[in-house]
């Protein structure tokens, strides 16, 4: 049953799965891109393919992780120092790189991709989205209830409720700044402030997951 997947500590879960989509990283920049140059239509496929991507990163890691994470305990307290280390280097660098990656939201270029193009598109920055891959393998984790015999299947949970807060956050993201394309395309200063704003939420959270591996070791 659905209900026995779900871990105790899902609502703590939920805040830091909104807190972490909230925060600009690359799956809502190259959305937002594409919205400045190409519209909402094509943003919200991009979204659509990001999510199916995301998720199957989640599904990855619950097959992978979640044996191991049942049945070690040190192993379990490890991947939160590391995801929460890693975590505060990604918002370090955001905040760095707030400039560039501000300016290349504004210069993409090419052909308008069909639907199923921005899908694909979509779906490899899913894939390969360094904030989600962090997460999925260091930070739900520390939301599982390790003592319980369906650790995978608390994961495939998690990781579902990511992907369809992303889809709706980064589609509102996409149909935003599609709406306002003109006004974002104008002034870089809003996305180096989106950018550097994202990149102190992920210090922030960085800092709680290791500070939550410390306190509940």
């Not at 919200?44 to 990855?60: C, H, K, Q, R």
């Not at 639907?115 to 891959?133: A, D, E, R, Y």
């Not at 984790?141 to 003592?147: G, H, I, K, T």
């Not at 180096?192 to 939420?201: K, S």
Request: cysteine-free; charged content about 10%.
């Amino acid at each position: 049953m659905i209900a026995d997947a779900i871990p105790s500590r899902f609502w703590e879960f939920l805040v830091a799965t909104i807190l972490i989509i909230l925060a600009p990283g690359p799956s809502v920049l190259f959305t937002i891109a594409r919205a400045i140059s190409w519209g909402r239509v094509t943003a919200i496929a991009t979204v659509i393919g990001n999510a199916f991507g995301m998720f199957l990163v989640s599904v990855l890691v619950a097959v992978g992780l979640g044996p191991v994470i049942q049945n070690s305990t040190l192993f379990y307290h490890g991947i939160q120092w590391a995801g929460g280390a890693y975590l505060i280097y990604l918002g370090i660098t955001a905040i760095k790189a707030s400039a560039i990656d501000a300016q290349g939201m504004q210069s993409a270029e090419g052909l308008k991709p069909n639907f199923l193009t921005s899908v694909k598109n979509g779906f490899w920055v899913g894939v390969l989205n360094p904030k989600s891959i962090v997460f999925f393998a260091a930070i739900l984790p520390a939301f599982v209830d390790q003592e319980k015999n369906n650790v995978t299947a608390q994961l495939l949970f998690l990781g579902a409720v990511f992907a369809i807060v992303a889809f709706i956050s980064d589609g509102t993201y996409g149909v935003l700044a599609g709406t306002i394309r003109s006004s974002l395309a104008q002034d870089v200063r809003k996305l180096i402030f989106m950018r550097r704003f994202g990149g102190v939420v992920m210090i922030a959270l960085g800092i709680f997951t290791i500070a939550s591996a410390i306190i509940l070791g």
